[in-house]
């Protein structure tokens, strides 16, 4: 393996306690997605051009998480190695199951065997690098699939992160708690200042709402605007309702790693995060937001309920690879809960109380 460079022996060094540098210089497809990021950055910078440089790298640390930190005036971003691990093995055992996404490629040639996910249930969920057991679909367009809706995880993950460097939230965070990172999933612990559990609930909602733009400026250019998508499928964009469904399940399937537990709203509002299905209401909202801006009124019916059939399948898809039970009713709860619902708004409506403080 090549010596580090510098870049590379800092990101190390700062990450050290999270397990420091994996270095992807022996890994083709993990030094294909840092360009990709690096080059996206850039894009981002157009729009930002106030947007300091952004070290990025992956983490030796199996778990599902990312973090965001700012050390002597300089901004870096790690993504575990185990994050993007447990996403691959995630979406290729979905779809080498013949009863999860059955009108993707060709899902007769695919398996009927249970093949779990590989992983350690902690929390965060870590990917179990000792038991390993790759699957990959046997339809090829499945197996693009997967990959793409790797990327959309991925994406968002890197830009949710972006977002607290973009939007002030760490530096916020660095001036008032004095401490330099910012984890992406945390341990849901009671905390007892109700007060500031809000303030970065708000701010995590902000930057999930971030990401989720960002996602859907992309899909934009490709949908209505013929650029070259993603990836070479191009069925995931071929109209606002299949990209929505594509981008939801996979978000869903995403955060539904987490864990989605029945909510108890006094429990939840004593967290500095807001809990899993929770942050999908909020992204399901956003979504309708972003397309109504784009004057698809007349698509905003079709698509609420595409987005609630996407939610319903990468929930059946979820317990096809684990042994999970159904908590699609966890989320659909939220839109019958008079209390989950007020608990949601404030956490939109407490933007105008944060904002004046980043």
């Given at each position: 393996m090549p010596a580090m460079t510098v870049e590379q022996f800092k990101f190390h060094y700062i990450f050290s306690s999270k397990g420091g540098l994996f270095n992807v210089a022996h890994l083709e497809e993990l030094q294909h997605f840092k360009t990709a990021i690096e080059q996206m950055f850039?894009?981002?910078?157009?729009?930002?051009p106030n947007l300091p440089p952004?070290?990025?790298?992956?983490?030796?640390?199996?778990?599902?998480?990312?973090?965001?930190?700012?050390?002597n005036g300089e901004y870096?971003?790690?993504?575990?190695i185990g994050a993007y691990f447990l996403l691959k093995d995630m979406f290729q055992k979905m779809l080498s199951s013949n009863k999860v996404l059955l009108?993707?490629?060709?899902?007769?040639?695919?398996?009927?065997?249970?093949?779990l996910l590989t992983a350690l249930n902690n929390r965060p969920i870590e990917f179990d690098i000792a038991n390993i057991e790759m699957i990959v679909p046997k339809d090829p367009v499945r197996?693009?699939?997967?990959?793409?809706?790797?990327?959309?995880?991925?994406?968002?993950?890197?830009?949710?992160?972006?977002?607290?460097?973009?939007?002030?939230?760490?530096?916020?965070?660095?001036?008032?708690?004095?401490?330099?990172?910012?984890?992406e999933f945390e341990d849901l612990n009671p905390q007892t200042n109700l007060e500031s559990c809000s303030l970065y609930q708000t701010l995590e909602m902000d930057a999930d709402s971030f990401a989720t733009n960002w996602a859907f400026i992309e899909a934009e250019s490709i949908i209505e605007h013929n650029l070259p998508p993603i990836k070479n499928d191009t069925s995931v964009f071929e109209n606002w309702n299949s990209f929505v469904f594509n981008w939801f399940f996979s978000i869903y399937s995403l955060l539904r790693m987490q864990g989605f537990n029945e909510l108890n709203v006094s429990k939840c509002k004593s967290y500095t995060h807001p809990p899993a299905t929770i942050r999908m209401a909020l992204i399901a909202g956003n979504i309708i937001s972003i397309l109504e801006k784009k004057n698809k009124n007349d698509s905003i019916d079709e698509i609420t309920k595409n987005y609630i059939a996407s939610s319903k399948e990468a929930e059946k898809a979820y317990?096809?690879?684990?042994?999970?039970?159904?908590?699609f009713g966890?989320?659909?709860?939220?839109?019958?809960?008079?209390?989950?619902?007020?608990?949601?708004?404030?956490?939109?409506?407490n933007w105008n109380k944060v904002r004046p403080l980043l």
């Open positions: 850039e894009v981002i910078k157009k729009k930002y952004i070290n990025f790298d992956f983490v030796l640390n199996d778990s599902l998480n990312a973090c965001v930190k700012k050390v870096y971003i790690g993504i575990n009108n993707v490629g060709n899902p007769l040639i695919e398996t009927g065997d249970k093949n197996t693009s699939y997967g990959s793409l809706y790797m990327t959309f995880c991925l994406n968002f993950l890197v830009l949710h992160e972006c977002a607290h460097i973009i939007r002030g939230h760490l530096d916020y965070h660095i001036k008032s708690n004095h401490n330099s990172d910012w984890n317990m096809e690879i684990t042994c999970s039970h159904d908590c966890h989320f659909a709860e939220i839109y019958k809960n008079t209390d989950l619902q007020n608990y949601n708004s404030e956490i939109l409506s």
